[in-house]
């Protein structure tokens, strides 16, 4: 459930649903409700860890460079 959902990522519901509409978070409508599987949840999260990381990683090149 997107409650679920938000408890899992450590923010409301409206974030939820807003990634959702967005199709940020993989889910499927079943009638009028949200189904995400969790797979795709714990996915999502380790794709935005990676993502991240990523990104720092880059800034920090990009310091580290003009220290050089």
């Known amino acids: 459930s997107q409650q679920d959902a938000a408890k899992a990522l ?3 519901v409206d974030a ?3 990634k959702l509409m967005r199709g940020e978070i993989p889910a499927y409508k079943d009638g009028t409700y949200w189904k995400i599987p969790k797979t795709l949840l714990q996915a ?3 794709n935005e ?3 991240e990381a990523k990104e720092r990683r880059k800034a920090h090149e990009k310091i580290q460079d003009k220290k050089v």
Do not use: P, W
């Open 44 to 46: 999502y999260v380790e």
């Open 16 to 18: 939820v649903r807003d």
């Open 10 to 12: 450590k923010c409301n």
């Open 49 to 51: 860890a990676i993502r």
